[in-house]
């Protein structure tokens, strides 16, 4: 079974910081682009980041410039989002998805597989 499996969400004080999990399994994923994105309540959920498996090329949200980044290891088939100086504003359901383009993009749309999520919460 090909699945997406997101988990590290939970509640940390502003400035804080935090380390998401994507584990994706069932096939090889060496074509794909991994994307995070996010969604707070009553938002429409939007790109944060993401990163191609196999040239490390990786893009950002201005949101989140120099504050996220996206390493992945290849040996356990997981890319990670490690979030720094959380605010508030970085609160929502993040989820992890593929898209089997090797190179980046933006858009929900264009990312076919997509994990379960998993909450953050940032208090101020």
């Known amino acids: 079974q090909v699945q997406l499996v997101e988990s590290g969400g939970g509640l940390v004080q502003a400035g804080g910081s935090l380390r998401l999990s994507c584990a994706a399994s069932?096939?090889?994923?060496?074509?794909?682009?991994i994307g995070w994105f996010r969604q707070a309540p009553g938002k429409e959920r939007e790109f944060v980041a993401a990163i191609t498996w196999s040239l490390s090329s990786t893009s950002y949200a201005d949101s989140v410039k120099d504050r996220f980044t996206i390493p992945r290891d290849n040996a356990k088939n997981t890319v990670y989002l490690q979030m720094n100086n959380l605010k508030p504003e970085d609160t929502g359901v993040y989820y992890c998805a593929e898209r089997q383009q090797w190179f980046v993009a933006k858009y929900d749309y264009q990312y076919s597989l997509w994990g379960q999520g998993t909450q953050v919460t940032v208090s101020s």
């Open positions: 069932g096939r090889t994923f060496s074509l794909s682009t």
